[in-house]
């Protein structure tokens, strides 16, 4: 089976309108369908574009709207923001998906045949615009005040004092649970685990409380957990550690362990204290989670001129929408700040994004020598790195044998070097079926150990791996 057997994606078209100073998107249909979050997603908003469906459509400059006909007695309010060059979504319908059907549906509708721009905006599509233009003025003017050093020096060393008492007893838990010893553990004596996790949300240490918890989750899960358990261990400790002899760590290293503690770093001191990049970027590809409630996107982007990457962190709480959405196989041209660190990675768009184009993904693998040096050098200067990105080019995948578990599935090289996969069958058997048995291009996230495909390429076409959450 061919890749276009399952969604293929398809970039968006934006087009700069000069005259009216911004730039505004035409999208197309396979365009629409490549945000769908799932096939089922897709094939849902193709069913809601009839008009019966909508009593009520719009569009102006600025946005398209329109109330969809739902279960309930009250249509769901959908709107669009089209005004630059990425869409933004919102509905009330109470869908964790983003972008959920109805989004989807309103601009196949806008794709199939655009509407007049001349509709008067109603009072909630006002509401919602002045609400968004109000918050970026607020980043602005927040941006250009200058800051009380003195104010910051205390909060920083109150917040410093939290963390090493919240991680002192983290680490007397840590060892308490070796001492009794590891093998004896069941997912019914879990509980405490998960207590401690909180605990480190009251010492402001929250990632370290995220690390304990995915260990947590490990326990039983998997042929080698206690092995997994263990190094998971280590990392936690390492931060502890580093939280104390901090004194002597450089700024790119205190950088790192902040992130790793979960030490927020606000999107102004990231664009004045980080390195700015302006470049093409590609959309190499993207993975949402839901963790308590919260969904996190992490959308990696690679450099056409510095093929430097990059990765784009994103947060939405409950049915909020993220800011922007991307697609995976386009390119933009803006500049990224860039987070310190031992190896910046992390980063946020610093100023207005480009026009989004297709084109086909370029990729350009290392090779598997030189790509697994790479990554190994990256977790070499920070060790609580979670992943690396990862691109190889030529490679077979492979099941595991009869009755090996999913973790056995790989991809090999053509000189028979493996990599293990992290990947679940249904995802595995996609994989498969783009490859029909030839060599296909892959991109993912490599943790140390396993590898976590995202985008797979063939002659036939792009495969999109992103929709886990």
């Not at 959920?100 to 806008?110: D, F, M, Q, R, V």
């Not at 084109?359 to 992943?387: C, H, K, T």
Request: negative net charge; proline residues 6%; aromatic residues 6%.
């Amino acid at each position: 089976m061919a890749c276009h057997s399952f969604t293929l994606i398809a970039a968006r078209k934006l087009e700069a309108l000069p005259e009216q100073g911004v730039e505004h998107m035409t999208l197309t249909t396979s365009a629409v369908l490549s945000l769908a979050p799932d096939a089922a997603s897709a094939t849902a908003a193709k069913g809601l574009t009839a008009p019966a469906s909508w009593p009520l459509l719009g569009r102006s400059a600025r946005a398209v709207w329109g109330e969809c006909k739902g279960s309930g007695s009250r249509p769901y309010r959908t709107q669009v923001d089209v005004s630059g060059a990425t869409p933004t979504f919102k509905c009330s319908c109470p869908s964790r998906k983003f972008p959920c059907k109805h989004g989807l549906a309103l601009l196949l509708i806008e794709a199939a045949a655009p509407m007049q721009q001349d509709t008067p905006e109603p009072d909630w599509i006002v509401e919602w615009l002045d609400a968004r233009q109000v918050r970026a003025e607020r980043k602005e003017t927040k941006a250009a005040e200058p800051p009380d050093p003195k104010a910051a020096i205390k909060r920083e060393e109150a917040r410093w004092k939290k963390i090493s008492e919240g991680a002192a007893d983290l680490d007397r838990f840590m060892a308490d649970q070796l001492a009794r010893g590891l093998a004896s553990l069941s997912a019914q004596q879990l509980d405490p685990w998960r207590t401690m996790a909180a605990r480190m949300v009251d010492a402001q240490a929250p990632s370290l409380g995220d690390r304990l918890g995915d260990l947590a989750d490990v326990v039983g899960a998997q042929a080698d957990w206690p092995k997994t358990v263990l190094l998971g261990f280590g990392a936690i400790h390492l931060a502890i550690e580093a939280v104390e002899k901090r004194a002597s760590l450089s700024n790119e290293s205190i950088a790192d362990l902040k992130t790793a503690l979960g030490w927020p770093i606000t999107s102004e001191q990231v664009l004045a204290c980080g390195d700015l990049v302006e470049d093409t970027w590609q959309v190499l590809g993207q993975l949402s989670e839901l963790r308590n409630r919260i969904t996190e996107r992490r959308v990696w982007l690679r450099g056409a001129r510095t093929m430097r990457h990059a990765l784009i962190v994103d947060f939405a709480a409950g049915t909020r929408s993220f800011d922007s959405a991307f697609i995976t196989g386009s390119a933009f041209a803006c500049t990224l700040a860039f987070y310190p660190g031992t190896t910046p990675l992390r980063a946020i768009v610093s100023g207005t994004v480009g026009a989004s184009t297709e084109g086909g993904l370029q990729v350009s693998s290392l090779g598997l020598d030189l790509e697994l040096a790479a990554a190994s050098q990256a977790f070499g200067r920070n060790p609580w790195l979670r992943a690396a990105p990862m691109t190889l080019g030529a490679v077979t995948p492979h099941a595991p044998g009869a009755g090996g578990p999913e973790a056995a599935w790989a991809v090999a090289t053509a000189t028979g070097e493996a990599l293990p996969l992290q990947i679940g069958r249904d995802e595995a058997m996609q994989l498969l079926a783009c490859s029909g048995g030839a060599p296909i291009d892959l991109f993912g996230e490599w943790d140390g150990s396993r590898l976590r495909p995202l985008t797979a390429w063939s002659a036939e076409g792009l495969l999109s791996l992103e929709n886990r959450a």
